[in-house]
């Protein structure tokens, strides 16, 4: 196990995930400032559709301070939870009369870091 500085934290991003930036904050909103295990209980049971690429990326976080910082999974809490608005794709629907109506598909940015909780 390799020896880390106290203020180090892994960080990892999901790119371009599709969602509204809003209903992604509202889950992060909850798993912030906690710790790895509760966090997993708490997305696994959350009813929104989000929670499934946060999990993503919050495994991703961990398996990169396992690896890279040598931190042990167990004692990490989430210390970083943001998710910032990405490109909107643009469709249309047809309407009556020949008009078209346009329809913007949300995505998002989502980063998520870790770090050894602060005695």
Do not use: W
Not at 67 to 77: A, E, T
């Amino acid at each position: 196990m390799a020896i880390t500085n106290p203020n180090t934290q892994a960080i990892a991003h999901g790119r371009y995930i599709r969602g509204s930036v809003s209903k992604v904050r509202r889950v992060l909103d909850q798993i912030r400032g906690r710790t790895y295990r509760d966090a997993l209980i708490m997305l696994e049971f959350m009813p929104y559709r989000s929670t499934g690429p946060i999990t993503k990326v919050l495994r991703s976080a961990v398996a990169n301070a396992e690896n890279n910082l040598g931190l042990d999974p167990s004692s990490l809490v989430i210390s970083q939870a943001s998710a910032d608005m990405g490109p909107s794709m643009k469709r249309f629907r047809p309407r009556a009369q020949g008009r078209a109506f346009a329809i913007k598909k949300q995505t998002c940015h989502i980063t998520i870091g870790v770090a050894a909780p602060s005695a």
